[in-house]
């Protein structure tokens, strides 16, 4: 996947057609401590391996890991933050494809690369399209740590106050 440093049009400014199939990003920056892997994992997915360390050193994962959907939740955070259009989102039917690769651990940095795979404008509804992106965590390894297909529906340009 070829990346580059930035997307042609600033987030308050981008429609469905500046989604181009092909282009590639990376962007922001997140980390996860031991103490926000915990809080999280009590509240949403309280297993022993995500809210315990000393029984997650006789776990699966020899160690305390990040829930997937904390994991996920971070995907998401920095997709909104620097992918995703704050002018022109209409939601989305879903995401295909959630995969974790790796067990994250506390201290893990990761950073977002999204690939635009295709667009479809509506047939139903004019005013917008459906674009499909790739999406990856990745670690300060370079490993990718989960992978999903996400779906957004966005507002064309040509219709931007329907």
């Given at each position: 996947?070829?990346?580059?440093?930035?997307?042609?049009?600033?987030?308050?400014?981008?429609?469905?057609e500046?989604?181009?199939?092909?282009?590639?990003?990376?962007?922001?920056?997140?980390?996860?401590?031991?103490?926000?892997?915990?809080?999280?994992?009590?509240?949403?997915?309280?297993?022993?391996?995500?809210?315990?360390?000393?029984?997650?050193?006789?776990?699966?994962?020899?160690?305390?890991?990040?829930?997937?959907?904390?994991?996920?939740?971070?995907?998401?955070?920095?997709?909104?933050?620097?992918?995703?259009?704050?002018?022109?989102?209409?939601?989305?039917?879903?995401?295909?494809?959630?995969?974790?690769?790796?067990?994250?651990r506390?201290?893990?940095?990761?950073?977002?690369?999204?690939m635009?795979?295709?667009t479809?404008?509506?047939?139903?509804?004019?005013?917008?399209g459906?674009?499909?992106?790739?999406?990856?965590?990745?670690?300060?390894?370079?490993?990718?740590?989960l992978?999903?297909?996400?779906?957004?529906?966005?507002?064309?340009k040509?219709?931007?106050?329907?």
């Amino acid at each position: 996947m070829t990346t580059t440093e930035a997307f042609a049009v600033p987030i308050g400014e981008r429609y469905f057609e500046d989604y181009r199939p092909g282009a590639a990003y990376e962007f922001g920056r997140a980390a996860f401590t031991e103490a926000e892997i915990v809080e999280f994992a009590r509240r949403f997915d309280p297993q022993s391996f995500h809210v315990d360390r000393e029984a997650a050193q006789d776990g699966p994962f020899g160690g305390l890991i990040a829930s997937g959907w904390h994991t996920a939740s971070v995907l998401m955070r920095l997709f909104a933050d620097h992918y995703l259009s704050t002018v022109a989102s209409l939601g989305g039917p879903g995401a295909d494809e959630l995969r974790w690769l790796k067990p994250v651990r506390p201290g893990t940095a990761v950073r977002l690369r999204v690939m635009v795979l295709d667009t479809q404008p509506s047939r139903s509804k004019p005013d917008r399209g459906l674009v499909r992106t790739l999406a990856e965590l990745i670690d300060q390894d370079d490993d990718v740590v989960l992978r999903l297909t996400v779906l957004n529906f966005l507002r064309r340009k040509a219709f931007p106050n329907a």
